[in-house]
């Protein structure tokens, strides 16, 4: 650091723009300028090629104002004397990481480096993170999105020759000092269901820098819809196209349209389809409405927009999308999908329109901007408005923070963990009376870790955060979690039995404190299918032993019957929290006599459709009006037998549940008949909050109400006959079952709140169900 | 009163059961049945065809003494001797013996059935174009003018179409043994269809099914179809005095790796607490949980047993627990009552539908819920005497409707 130099900042990275194209690249160039202009040092350790790093230094590097202070380095050159490295390694991520670890040691040494930042993907720092924290300085690893997350989001096959990279990114995640997320939601969404080492203490929120590309003169009579990114289904091409065709249907948008531009060069890896199978997407009859124009630089992109009505970002998984906001800031009025992403980047109604990812819905948007010329103007006014926020340096309290958390790191991993306990739940303490319950869970969306997260009276923790995570002592966490809950001045912890190693913790509480009370948070549902079903029970056991060994003192609670009943008849105090029900979205305003049916696969052990098809084929014999049918896309066995035995007049097929959801009658009717243990399948809660409603199998939670029986819940799940019947007296009786359904709702929220009540107090299970 | 020699009843088992058995087991079994009538009584309910067929039982006795079945020209000779015995005007079924629940229930249903091929060992996929050539040669030379296939694998039709190109007045019917869901598979869905497409173009004149309602479903259809509910008759004279009260029985027969799943079923015994586990065709996993949760057992076994043993280690049990998930008409209740022991089934066949007390008391509407299937089945060995009363009257019911089913299906 120069004398006067606010901080270095070191990047390791493969992106930089304009050398290389890429996000990353965006945001690196975007951060280095601003840290530059606000008196940083920056130095930056560029893994490329020779020519691209020629193109950088004797370029690039000399239109960056302030480049005085950009010291830049590659790679290769600072690798030359590293011996031993295994080339040709089965991994390049291997191989990558252990020169970037090598690079990153020999220029820690050169300079005096406050921070290195690296971007999550592919595990490059995992090397250089697995030495000890005293031998190098902070690192913060920011949120791009791993290539696991594409990966998973994307759904491509997860190959287990990828298992090394993944593990990689894992690795270095949770070895990082600090994560830099670009927005609350991206995190909370995406990140940390997915990987919960990633704690919220260790992430600070930290949007990524940016400059508009340049501004527009709105043109409100421009008719032209774009499209901008790579060519492919991880951008929402296929999204973007299949709207496009779908809008097209309409004579009056048809007709306002001059036509769709898709801007972006061709992607062949992260993408499910081909840019030709892409382009198939379009009718041959329509293809003179849409025009590719392969990359454009910014120089060129500008012109293209005065055009433009609109742009469109169907993306299904960003962190931030430079794109979206570059024509955002230009003063493209935007159309954009719900992802996590774009609701930390754009404000509903003001920066953007937002979609719910379906190609009806996004159809839907571009009809609806296309006729509102004043809601496009106010869209574009605002994008331009906002550029100047994005301009905002957060490293000075990036560098504060991690000061301090490093000197509290000093005194060690488990006085940390004792600490920062310690402190959660003085605080809980302070924010209550006293906290009546400590549960230790992993991050939850749902079941009863999740319920208990919202209780005043009681604090959630992570495993971490008491030891039951891979590095630290179990008898010191335990340590820390008595003296946690005698500062809040409690003695009843619950733990997720699904914790590895959770028994044995528990049990170690049991002795360790003959006042302690522990209660198993155990299961959403007993354990399904024919994979994983016996570790699921065999995880059970311990939980067992400890119930018959500490009889008065080893509870039970879970939101399923089945698995509190298990453990009630071995002799535990169990609790069965009923689960929450979403209300019953609108109905929409279809054709009264119109019924349409979407059939959903199973998710345990039974798969088949079938049965459900074959009641649909029959009661459509009886009488039945149903007008169509949706079923699983990927099922082409079910849409052959739905079309050998006429179930419906038309057949549908969704790859994405909530297309089957869009639109069509006004009573509309999901099957998910199967016996699995679940009171509420997330497919048929994603039915009731669009308004129909779910026919499930006797394990359902409307089990619990007679007037439900045989319609709403099939006992006899697998008989056809039954669901035939069932199905055509639901549709009958559509407008009374929902508003049945309404007070039902109510009632089991009454019963949960019940039930939670009991758990925290630790006196007795109550009593749900019955008529 | 006729003493069988260990031979006969050897052979008799080998040949319908599919398995050889040792002499000391021969003699075991003579032993405990010196009657002829008792003999028969236990293939009866192991097989049923026998007992019903007192000239079918006497050829498989001579049979037992014709070591050279399994040689080319010995398959000829054990058709002939078949046939010779049969009542040509009689409808006869033809079945599979390697399938074992549906040659079961085959040779409960009909008085006269017939394996072809003639032995479990033989798959029926091998049966090529010679096969089919021989087949046709012995059915026609049977005399027998109504066959009913049973089961319904890809070269009955073949054999269909090669009869009745020699003589087209020969009838032929299907029972269909497959349920709704199983259509959701590949090779049953291709095969369904096939059949559907033989009964439009008159190779087959009527459907049997015996997954109660799909009946219904073939009437709309277009298709003649009835529904053939299995059953065996209960001698409540016979039943035990029910000594054995705390063993559980868990005989699955391993022919399903998603339709009867054990899990639940053992885990339920655990939380019976008294009560002690015996089970067979539980699975490597099923023997795994039982360690995992310390479930007490008697015996276990992760393989299935001979049926003949399974008929001798039912009576010494409490209950037998068949919560399974899927299942068109099943056999194991059904044995397990004629044997005087209460079972458990899960919400997946027409059995008990329709009693009020046997649905309450023995339908387990949660199959994958252990705490519930653990208070049915306490509660079904505690009031065991009126469970078995009642299902010895709604047996007798079942008893006239599955006649009455079978002589409008073979009308």
Redo the contacts between chains.
């Keep these: 650091m120069t004398e006067s130099s606010r901080g270095c900042v070191l990047f390791a990275t493969m992106e930089f723009y304009p050398t290389t194209p890429g996000g990353a690249g965006i945001l690196i160039h975007h951060t280095v300028c601003l840290l530059l202009e606000q008196g940083f040092t920056v130095v930056l350790l560029f893994d490329g090629g020779p020519s691209e790093f020629a193109q950088l230094i004797d370029v690039d590097r000399r239109k960056i104002p302030l480049a005085d202070r950009l010291l830049i380095y590659r790679v290769d050159d600072l690798c030359e004397d590293l011996d031993g490295a295994p080339e040709p390694c089965p991994e390049i991520a291997v191989s990558k990481s252990i020169r970037l670890d090598h690079a990153l040691r020999k220029l820690t040494k050169m300079h005096a480096v406050d921070l290195i930042e690296l971007y999550d993907y592919c595990g490059h720092g995992f090397h250089y993170l697995s030495r000890p924290i005293e031998d190098r300085p902070p690192v913060a690893i920011r949120l791009h999105s791993t290539i696991e997350l594409i990966e998973r989001k994307t759904r491509m096959p997860l190959l287990p020759d990828r298992l090394c990279l993944y593990a990689m990114e894992r690795a270095q995640l949770a070895l990082a000092d600090v994560i830099l997320a670009p927005g609350p939601a991206y995190y909370e969404q995406e990140i940390r269901p997915r990987y919960p080492a990633i704690t919220p203490d260790r992430v600070l929120i930290s949007p990524p820098a940016h400059r508009p590309i340049g501004q527009i003169e709105y043109d409100p009579d421009a008719r032209s819809v774009a499209f901008y990114g790579r060519l492919s289904t991880l951008k929402g091409l296929d999204t973007f196209l299949r709207a496009g065709v779908l809008a097209l249907q309409d004579p009056v948008f048809a007709h306002w349209l001059e036509q769709f531009v898709i801007i972006g060069p061709e992607e062949n890896v992260a993408t499910a389809l081909s840019e030709s199978e892409l382009r198939a997407l379009i009718p041959n009859d329509r293809a003179d409405r849409f025009r590719f124009t392969g990359r454009l630089d910014h120089a060129a992109l500008l012109p293209q927009l005065q055009n433009v009505a609109f742009a469109c970002f169907a993306n299904r998984v960003e962190a931030f999308c430079y794109a979206a906001h570059e024509l955002h800031t230009a003063g493209i009025p935007l159309i954009v999908n719900r992802i996590a992403a774009f609701e930390d980047g754009f404000a509903e109604g003001n920066g953007a329109l937002f979609f719910d990812g379906t190609a009806f819905d996004l159809a839907d948007n571009m009809k609806r901007l296309a006729r509102d010329t004043a809601l496009r103007q106010r869209l574009s006014q605002y994008g331009k408005q906002r550029a100047a926020s994005y301009w905002r340096n957060h490293y000075p309290g990036h560098l504060a923070w991690l000061r301090e958390r490093r000197a509290t790191r000093a005194e060690g991993m488990v006085d940390r963990t004792l600490a920062s306990l310690a402190l959660e739940a003085k605080r809980a303490a302070l924010a209550t009376d006293g906290i009546a319950m400590i549960a230790i869970a992993p991050t939850v969306t749902s079941g009863i870790a999740a319920m208990l997260r919202d209780r005043p009276d009681c604090r959630v923790l992570m495993p971490e955060a008491v030891g039951l995570a891979a590095g630290l002592d179990r008898g010191q966490g335990i340590a820390a979690a008595m003296q946690a809950m005698g500062n809040a001045g409690c003695r009843k912890i619950a733990i997720d039995t699904g914790l590895p190693g959770a028994a044995e913790f528990a049990e170690q509480f049991l002795q360790a404190d003959a006042d302690i009370s522990v209660f198993g948070l155990l299961r959403e549902r007993t354990p399904l299918g024919v994979g994983g079903t016996l570790a699921a029970y065999r995880a059970l056991g311990p939980w067992l032993r400890l119930a018959t060994r500490f009889p008065a003192r080893v509870s039970a609670a879970s939101t399923s019957q089945a698995l509190t009943g298990l453990f009630s008849r071995c002799g535990a105090l169990t609790f069965t929290v009923p689960i929450r029900l979403p209300a019953l979205g609108k109905t929409a305003a279809g054709d009264d006599d119109a019924i349409d049916v979407i059939v959903i696969a199973g998710t345990g052990a039974v798969s088949s459709t079938a049965h459900m098809i074959m009641a649909v084929a029959q009661a459509r014999r009886g009488g039945l009006p149903i007008s169509r049918l949706w079923l699983p896309a990927q099922d082409t066995r079910a849409v052959a037998m739905a079309r050998d035995f006429a179930a419906a007049p038309i057949i549908e097929r969704y790859e994405n549940l909530g297309d089957a959801f869009r639109a069509g009658a006004r009573r509309r009717v999901a099957l998910q008949v199967f016996p699995d243990d679940d009171a509420l399948p997330d497919a048929a809660a994603v039915a009731l909050a669009a308004g129909a409603l779910p026919i499930l199998g006797p394990a359902c939670a409307f089990a619990g109400r007679a007037a439900f029986r045989d319609l709403l819940c099939i006992a006899f799940w697998e008989d056809a006959m039954a669901i035939a019947n069932g199905l055509t007296r639901t549709t009958e009786c559509f407008g009374r079952l929902a508003g049945d359904y309404d007070q039902f709702r109510r009632d089991r929220e009454e019963m949960a709140k019940a039930a939670l009540d009991s758990l925290l107090a630790g006196s007795s299970a109550p009593v749900i169900g019955g008529p | 009163m006729i003493r069988l020699d260990r031979s006969a009843v050897g052979e008799a088992v080998r040949l319908f059961e599919g398995h050889a058995i040792s002499a000391a087991e021969a003699d075991e079994l003579c032993a405990r049945h010196p009657s002829r009538e008792d003999f028969l009584v236990e293939l009866w309910l192991r097989r049923g065809a026998l007992a019903r067929c007192p000239e079918l039982a006497a050829v498989v006795e001579r049979a037992g003494k014709n070591r050279s079945l399994a040689s080319g020209g010995a398959e000829q000779t054990f058709y002939e001797s078949v046939f010779a015995s049969l009542d040509r005007h009689e409808p006869t079924a033809l079945y599979v013996p390697r399938w074992h629940g549906v040659a079961t229930a085959t040779r409960c249903l009909f008085r006269q059935a017939v394996p072809i091929p003639p032995s479990p060992d033989r798959r029926p996929d091998d049966i090529g174009d010679a096969g089919i050539a021989a087949y046709t040669e012995i059915l026609l030379t049977s005399g027998v003018r109504h066959f009913i296939i049973s089961g319904g694998d890809a070269f009955h039709l073949a054999l269909i179409r090669s009869v009745l190109q020699r003589d087209a007045g020969i009838r032929f019917d299907l029972v269909w043994h497959a ?8 090779a049953p ?1 291709r095969l369904f ?1 096939q059949w559907l497409q033989a009964a439009e173009r008159g190779l087959i004149t009527r459907v049997g099914v015996v997954k ?3 009946d ?2 073939l009437h ?2 277009k298709i003649d179809a009835v529904a053939l509910p299995n059953f065996i008759p209960v001698d409540p004279e016979r039943y035990n005095r029910g000594k054995v009260a705390d063993v559980v029985g868990i005989w699955l027969s391993g022919s399903s ?3 009867k ?1 054990p ?2 079923m053992i ?2 015994v ?4 008294t009560f002690c586990l015996k089970g067979s065709g539980l699975g490597a ?1 099923g023997l ?2 039982v360690t ?3 479930v007490p057992f008697l015996q276990v076994f992760e393989d299935v047993i001979p049926h003949e043993r399974l008929l001798r280690a039912i009576p010494n049990t409490a209950i037998s627990l068949y919560v399974t ?2 299942e068109c008409s099943p056999m194991l209740p059904i044995e397990s009552f004629s044997l005087g022991v209460p079972c458990l089934i ?3 066949s027409d059995l008990f ?1 329709d009693h009020q007390l046997l649905r309450e008391m023995l339908v387990v ?8 299937i ?2 049915m089945a306490v509660a079904a060995v505690a009031r065991r005497g009126d469970v078995l009363a009642a299902y010895s009257r709604y047996n007798k019911e079942v008893e006239v409707q599955a006649r009455d089913a079978l002589v409008r299906f073979l009308a």
Excluded: C, T, V
């Design positions: 349920n709704y869901l199983q259509l959701g598979e590949e869905w269809r109660a309602g799909l219904e479903f709309h259809l790796s998603y339709r799943l899990h639940a885990a339920a655990k939380a019976m607490r996993e795994a949980l995992a949760l310390d998930i899927s899960g919400p997946s539908r509407d949660q199959p994958y819920n252990p705490g519930m653990a208070d």
